[in-house]
């Protein structure tokens, strides 16, 4: 089963996902309510899709949404496959509004965030790359550019906590680091589609510049603060409105691509030395 996490503008888009916003609800999990999610089709096959940030006009900003709960309630839908889209700003300028990106990395510069499935426990050393799942990436790679949308391949996505946006001198240090994009939400949501032996790959699309990052003079009436033109609003509104027909043919791609990944055995050293159940419920540390 695919799980597509649909990120802000969800609300948009829903009916190509094949749900309507009535259609969602939250699920309860031993760690909480998870986000709104729902049986929808994509790509003509049965897929769950869950509205990150609420059925709504953002309902719930990144630092709040339950990664744990929301990443729980896809496992316990048989879900397999998770992708998910997310729109962050530029740090590379050479980058368009309204392209699209399938980051490689991310850096993780989120805190207080509940990150793992496993606290208390001695589980949960992983390895972290590839951080995204090369199969989906490649089905997302070749589906965008099927549909006339090519992708950015690599990259390297910054994840800040939020729920401000970053200042300058932040713009400035991640562009030291190496990176590219600067969002809100990819992290922990990867790390722990991981521990659940979740692949997990993520769709970018560029919705404005990041501070500093272009003169963009202040207006405080106007989503994020003036950094985005109207032009630029529309481009972006655009690239949300075309992610349903690739994330369709994406997964319809999938059956036929050979890229090897190990996500879904994430967690094998534990299961064969023994310290894992065959349950990956009872796998759970401290909720
Ligand atoms: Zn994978």
Known sequence: MLAVIAGSAAHHVLNGLGVAAGDLAPVETPFGGSSPLGLGEVG?????????????????????????????????????????????????????????????????????RASTYFAGTGLGVIRQSPVFCPRLRAGLAAASEAEGRPARCGGTYVCTQGPRLETPAEIRKYRLLGGDYVGMTLCPEVFLARELEICYAAILYVTNYAEGVRPAPAQPDRLFGGLMSPEEERAQHDAVEALPAVVGRAARLLTSLSEPCTCQRSMERYRRSGRIASDWRDWMGSA
């Open 44 to 112: 003509g096959s049965p897929a769950i899709v869950l509205a990150r940030h609420g059925a709504g006009e953002y309902d719930l900003a990144a630092p709040f949404v339950n990664y744990r709960a929301n990443l729980y309630a896809l496992k316990d839908q048989s879900v397999t496959k998770v992708i998910a889209w997310s729109g962050p700003g530029a740090i590379d300028d050479t980058l368009a509004i309204g392209q699209y990106g399938i980051p490689e990395d991310v850096l993780d510069e989120t805190y207080g």
